[in-house]
């Protein structure tokens, strides 16, 4: 079947360009002004619509068991409120089993994934234990299509030691595979939390002060020298602070290559929320914990200079009534993550382009273009142009709405943006040609598929 979308403007980071658009099966065929229709083609008018290429979130944990707790989402919902939303492709954090292989991990995910998931996905492979066997899967992971690797610099069950990040580096070199690190120093967390609950410090607003923003400035600066010494090319996931981004700038003046991803939690809340009454905090503890307005304006900035790479959501959920309070008593307790993985397009447009911050054409560049060519998607994804994949957001710029947990597709009994005003939506999504959610509604699932990377 084939359609064509007419009268829309399509939004790449290099400009913007009234374009009809022709959708053949799953690709993209053609694109031009005035294309002429043939008998049985769909005709889909976008006029004063922008057409934003399917929007890509580079780190979700949709199902996820963090040793005490199952996320509240898994796959088959967290997929749906994403692409209901816009966001067509997910790349997840397949988190192994200690003991485990790199292949038994992969074996999992792909069991929670296909046949269930609505968006295309992948992974990135974490790296959380090191030995002589994980160093050979490494290659293996990237002849099977998985050649982006995540490691931890915090949590005892996640984390290597600094002499281990660097062996895996210097084999995720050898393969040309990237390496994204959760960068906060875990040792010191360990002591601050143990100091503040033998002072009978117990409630969620003591898990900022616990995790300082030196804490992940320090642990950004070892990540990144650590990566020069074994030549690797990094991205910084989640990065929350003014602090760790001079550390970056630095790096990047002295010639470094970096990558920089931040999450919309960092650029919209800050560590009041943590004083909220009645344990509310506990729905905004996350690592990194949300920091001072200080920290939101350093990273629109970054985000304005071109610092800031992308912008995922680090979408890992846990509801506030039966989860979160398993920390009552001990705000380390807390499961730490918080839902956005549907609300990330609309958060970001609002907040970023109809308040005149960013363009239209930066929004692609962060929420899907940059995420697409630092991860081995790109031009499949991230792109409107022919022979990549017709993924496909018709944006309508003008539509408002607020966000809500009672709305939510989101399997999840709150949401940190309750209330939140937003400015433009995704009026129709289309994954590989088929349209799989019109006016924020789900109209086809679980037609996601793996998309086997290869590094170029
Ligand atoms: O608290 C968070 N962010 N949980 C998810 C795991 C991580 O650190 O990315
Ligand atoms: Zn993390
Ligand atoms: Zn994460």
Redesign the pocket.
Known sequence: MSIVIKGGTVVSSHGRRQLDIRINGEKITELGNGLSIADGEEVVDATGCFIFPGLIDGHT?LELNNGMTDTSDDFTTGSIAAVAKGTTTVID?ATPEHGGTLDECLITWNKMAEGKSSADFNYHMSVIEWNENIAKEIPKMVKKGVTTFKMYMAYDNLRTNDAELYEAMKIIKSVGGMLGV?CENGDVINQLQAEYLKAGKTGPENHPLTRPNQLEAEAVNRYLTIAKQANLAVNI??LSTKEALEVVKHARAEGQEVYVETCPQYLLLDDEAYGLPNFEGAKYV??PPLRKKADQEALWQGIIDGEVNTIST?H?DFNFKDQKIIGKDDFTKIP??MPGVESRPELVYTAGVAAGKITPERFVELLSENIAKQFDLYPQKGIIQVDSDADIVIWDPEATGVISAKTQLQHCDYTPFEGFQTKGKARSVYLRGNKVAENGEIISTKQGKFIFRKIT
């Open positions: 944990h954090m959760h996931v989640h996350c690592s680090d890992c730490g993550g």
